[in-house]
């Protein structure tokens, strides 16, 4: 099967997977970031996947062979080649052969994986129910956890989490998209910095490569392809993320955002902080906000293919507020804002 038609499963199944979410496989980690850059699409099960495994941590992988996780980085490396960098197959003959193949390696890895528990129907107790939510493109959802603290997801948004939270462990999530937060302190009084508290009070959320850590806070993360930003409202924030061997480390003040990309380090700086959650009202605001950045917006959380006439547009400011409850009205008044013609036919929207 294609990689491009991986399901949830379908990725817990593949065994170089495993060993990138497990960080026992220094190649398959990086052929992993790689594809899933390249294939945006997929990331809504990707990370879906990753959430599982991460709560499965604690179990002991089975050994497998040098030869099989050399033939599945093998597969994952010529699906990352262009379509015309692939040999083509002589016959039917070949082709019969490598589906064999396939099935086989296929059958090896269901083994494996029944052994260690993964596979699509687990015991009980190998793996706690997961509860996961998500908004479709352009919608907003409020979700309750466990805890009581509050979530507002953003369009194309898809939060996971275990469905019940053991008492005196960390309480986590994984997300996709965008989401505001607002989280229930539950640690004992004396405890009041992040920095340095017990991991078993702490609320992580983890979105992409980044964990932000809090105690009772409200703040705002969005984790879209290749980039990560998180903006604190109220309370202290920690951001960790382990690059090159190496842990960085950054806290968060009221008023700072922090962001990051798959090649840049974590960096802050004093912003507006309401201005990053006007959306949870109905709003969405513009400071000096070059359209490139729109765009990007328009796509992600609209799921809207974008194309613009002039690309000296995309180098435009705009600053102001608009509502973005509805996409239509956003892109009407995004056109009257920026004196061009806006054309929409389905998902594809032209900016003229």
Request: hydrophobic share 45%; aromatic share 6%.
């Amino acid at each position: 099967m294609s990689y491009t038609a991986y399901s949830t499963e379908d990725f817990l199944a593949d065994e170089t997977f495993q060993a990138f979410v497990l960080a026992a496989d220094p190649a398959a980690t990086q052929l992993w970031r790689g594809w899933v850059a390249q294939h945006p699409a997929k990331a809504a099960e990707f990370d879906e996947a990753v959430a599982v495994l991460e709560l499965l941590k604690t179990r002991q992988p089975a050994s497998v062979s040098v030869a099989l996780q050399r033939a599945e980085l093998a597969k994952l490396w010529l699906s990352m080649k262009p379509a015309g960098a692939r040999p083509a197959l002589r016959s039917t003959r070949a082709a019969r052969a490598r589906r064999w193949a396939a099935t086989a390696v296929a059958a090896v890895l269901l083994l494996l994986l029944a052994g260690v528990g993964l596979w699509r129907r687990p015991a009980p107790e190998s793996a706690p129910a997961l509860a996961r939510y998500a908004t479709p493109s352009g919608q907003h959802r409020q979700v309750q956890l466990p805890d009581g603290s509050r979530v507002t997801l953003n369009g194309n948004s898809v939060l996971t989490l275990a469905a019940a939270w053991q008492p005196g462990r960390a309480r986590e999530v994984w997300l996709t998209g965008e989401a505001y937060f607002e989280v229930q302190h539950t640690a004992p009084v004396h405890i009041t910095a992040v920095a340095g508290a017990p991991a078993h009070v702490k609320f992580v959320v983890h979105a992409g490569a980044v964990d932000v850590a809090v105690l009772g806070t409200t703040f705002n993360v969005l984790n879209r392809v290749g980039k990560t930003r998180v903006v604190l409202t109220t309370g202290q924030v920690q951001l960790s993320r382990r690059r090159a061997g190496r842990l960085d480390q950054l806290l968060l003040r009221p008023g700072e955002l922090a962001e990051c990309s798959e090649a840049a380090p974590l960096a802050k700086r004093a912003v507006q902080a309401d201005f990053y959650s006007a959306w949870t009202s109905g709003q969405l605001n513009f400071d000096n906000t070059p359209v490139a950045e729109i765009v990007t917006l328009l796509e992600d959380t609209y799921s809207l293919r974008v194309t613009v006439g002039n690309r000296r547009l995309l180098q435009q400011k705009l600053t102001g507020s608009m509502p973005n409850a509805d996409a239509d009205v956003l892109l009407s008044a995004l056109g009257k804002s920026l004196d061009v013609r806006v054309r929409r036919v389905g998902n594809h929207v032209w900016l003229d």
